[in-house]
């Protein structure tokens, strides 16, 4: 089974920063990686799907890279509305499986 | 507008089952993949399983194979989990999700929409 590792699971960064979480994945997985972002109480909510691809409605300062085995979520300038927890996932047709999360907070 | 309605959750002792449904409307169900993921509070999220169009290819996740099933009435829109043996990891907030885009045995895409969850309480 593939296993996706996020890094860091923790981090803590201003309003205005740059910032970048990666997930590595175990085997290749070509580009079937997507991001989500998840708030308190809240469901998750898909920011990018097939690596680099930005979801409708998503603000352009997310941005996705990466493929085969390592993949990066790129916030360009960290908003206050930003600070929740990241998680990435491989997905095809009937499967998936999520990384650990990264937790963004407030410096 | 996508709805997804999760119900069925609840209190159930150790070793007994739980039905999980969830009800979809807003888009043409028959169209896409549908998958459960669960999340025990404060956690991070757990794919459980997940299911194409119609229904030729299920997976699951290692700690529930051979404990859940998952299936779906395309003809009512909605989708199931049952959940047998269950045990206090099991314990969760149940979340339905709407997948991928099929074409023939394929679906590409991301879990675009999320119900509000279903919560399941394994304890004696």
């Known amino acids: 089974d593939i296993q996706l590792t996020q890094s860091p699971s923790f981090l803590s960064a201003a309003v205005g920063d740059r910032v970048t979480i990666t997930c590595r994945a175990s085997?290749?997985?070509?580009?079937?990686l997507a991001w989500y972002q998840q708030k308190p109480g809240k469901a998750p909510n898909v920011l990018i799907y097939t690596a680099s691809n930005l979801q409708s409605g998503v603000p352009s300062r997310f941005s996705g890279s990466g493929s085969g085995t390592e993949f990066t979520l790129t916030i360009s300038s960290l908003q206050p509305e930003d600070f929740a927890t990241y998680y990435c996932q491989h997905l095809n047709t009937y499967s998936g499986t999520f990384g650990g999360g990264t937790k963004v907070e407030i410096k | 507008e996508v709805h997804l309605v999760e119900s069925g959750g609840g209190l159930v002792q150790p070793g007994r089952s739980l039905r999980l449904s969830c009800v979809a409307s807003g888009f043409t169900f028959d169209d896409y993949a549908m998958h459960w993921v669960r999340q025990v509070p404060g956690k991070g999220l757990e794919w459980v399983s997940g299911i194409s169009w119609n229904s030729a290819r299920i997976g699951y996740a290692d700690s529930v194979k051979g404990r859940f099933t998952i299936s779906r009435d395309n003809a009512k829109n909605s989708l199931h989990l049952q959940m047998n043996s269950l045990g206090p990891d099991d314990m969760a907030l149940y979340y339905c999700?709407?997948?991928?885009?099929?074409?023939?045995?394929?679906?590409?895409?991301?879990?675009?929409?999320w119900g509000q969850g279903a919560l399941v309480i394994v304890s004696s």
């Open positions: 085997q290749g997985i070509s580009s079937f």
């Open positions: 999700a709407r997948g991928g885009y099929c074409s023939g045995n394929s679906c590409f895409g991301p879990l675009d929409y």
